[in-house]
């Protein structure tokens, strides 16, 4: 299983179709973390922090083009309103010319075929031609408030932690929240981010990989310093939401669907990904098989 993972962690969910962890749609990991010396009290102060991060930092969008990479459950895909990829697919020559004009280096579109632009793909979008993409065709991008704390340039190497460290701008904006991720029970951290969504917009429901090809669960924590995002793991044979609520900390297995309620505000959450120390495994362990 790797990482002296539990064999019993991949058993599935009893009554549904999600694979989950140690047999539960998603693991609460408050107490968890207490038992590791991990305090969350300074949740509320990190708020203070994100909220004049936000208002004074750029930031980006993600998540624009779930259906054309084939991520969605069948039932859901159009939710994902207007894919990026599938504008890009059918751009004439003179509006490809336009999104060319919008990147940050055209030079590096010499050649380049539209399959190979976006997230995951060789050549990243800029944020003027997100900007373009949304109100010229209505792209959906349904994280708009998007702020990469530790960059990661492709999902799969989320856990690598070599060689990662927080940008110059998480440093000087969100020092308390990266004083805390440095705390948690983590060899090292991969990745980080702050993952906002514009009031009513919904996270559209995805999954990060193959469930028949998963060895073990990625390791990562989510850390909600308020309540309001009602991230849902998705059982797509029963048409079932298993909402995350009442958790200020959470793991669940990302491999299977899950996405966010929309509501009528601004909410976020801290994602942190990397590789879990085996005594904070062996807690995780301890508590939920």
């Given at each position: 299983?790797?990482?002296g993972c539990d064999?019993?962690?991949?058993?599935?969910?009893p009554?549904t179709?999600l694979t989950g962890?140690w047999?539960?749609a998603?693991?609460p990991l408050?107490?968890?973390?207490a038992d590791?010396?991990i305090?969350l009290?300074?949740?509320g102060?990190?708020?203070d922090?994100?909220?004049?991060a936000y208002?004074?930092?750029?930031?980006?969008?993600?998540?624009?083009?779930h259906?054309s990479m084939?991520?969605?459950p069948?039932?859901r895909?159009?939710?994902?309103v207007?894919?990026y990829?599938?504008?890009?697919?059918?751009?004439?020559?003179?509006?490809?010319?336009t999104?060319?004009?919008?990147?940050?280096?055209?030079?590096?579109?010499?050649?380049?075929?539209?399959?190979?632009v976006?997230e995951e793909?060789s050549?990243?979008?800029?944020?003027?031609q997100m900007?373009?993409l949304?109100v010229?065709?209505?792209?959906?991008?349904?994280?708009?408030g998007?702020?990469e704390?530790i960059?990661?340039?492709?999902?799969?190497d989320?856990?690598?932690?070599e060689?990662?460290?927080?940008?110059r701008?998480?440093r000087?904006?969100?020092p308390r929240?990266?004083?805390?991720v440095?705390?948690?029970?983590?060899?090292?951290?991969?990745?980080?981010?702050?993952m906002?969504?514009?009031a009513?917009?919904h996270?559209?429901?995805?999954?990060?990989?193959?469930?028949?090809e998963q060895e073990?669960?990625?390791?990562?924590?989510?850390?909600?310093?308020?309540?309001g995002?009602?991230?849902f793991?998705w059982?797509?044979?029963?048409?079932?939401?298993?909402?995350?609520?009442?958790s200020r900390?959470?793991?669940?297995?990302?491999?299977?669907?899950?996405?966010?309620?929309a509501?009528?505000?601004?909410?976020?959450?801290?994602?942190?990904d990397?590789v879990?120390?085996?005594?904070?495994r062996a807690?995780?362990?301890?508590?939920?098989?």
């Open positions: 299983m790797g990482r064999a019993n962690i991949l058993r599935g969910v009554g179709s962890l047999g539960q998603f693991l408050d107490d968890v973390l590791a010396g305090d009290g300074d949740l102060a990190i708020h922090e994100v909220c004049l208002a004074s930092l750029p930031v980006d969008y993600t998540g624009g083009s259906r084939g991520i969605m069948p039932s895909v159009g939710e994902a207007v894919d990829l599938e504008v890009l697919r059918a751009l004439p020559p003179a509006e490809w010319q999104f060319v004009s919008l990147a940050d280096d055209p030079d590096d579109f010499d050649d380049v075929d539209p399959a190979d976006g793909r050549v990243p979008l800029s944020r003027r900007l373009w949304k010229r065709f209505g792209v959906y991008f349904p994280w708009k998007y702020l704390l960059p990661n340039q492709k999902w799969t989320k856990a690598t932690v060689g990662k460290r927080f940008t701008a998480a000087t904006f969100l929240t990266c004083a805390l440095e705390r948690l029970p983590f060899v090292g951290v991969g990745r980080c981010n702050i906002g969504l514009e009513h917009d996270g559209t429901v995805h999954r990060d990989g193959e469930p028949d073990a669960p990625d390791e990562f924590i989510t850390l909600y310093p308020v309540a995002k009602r991230l793991v059982d797509e044979e029963h048409r079932l939401s298993h909402v995350v609520s009442g900390a959470v793991w669940f297995n990302d491999f299977d669907y899950h996405g966010v309620e509501a009528p505000f601004f909410r976020y959450s801290i994602r942190v990397g879990f120390t085996d005594a904070f807690l995780i362990g301890e508590r939920y098989q």
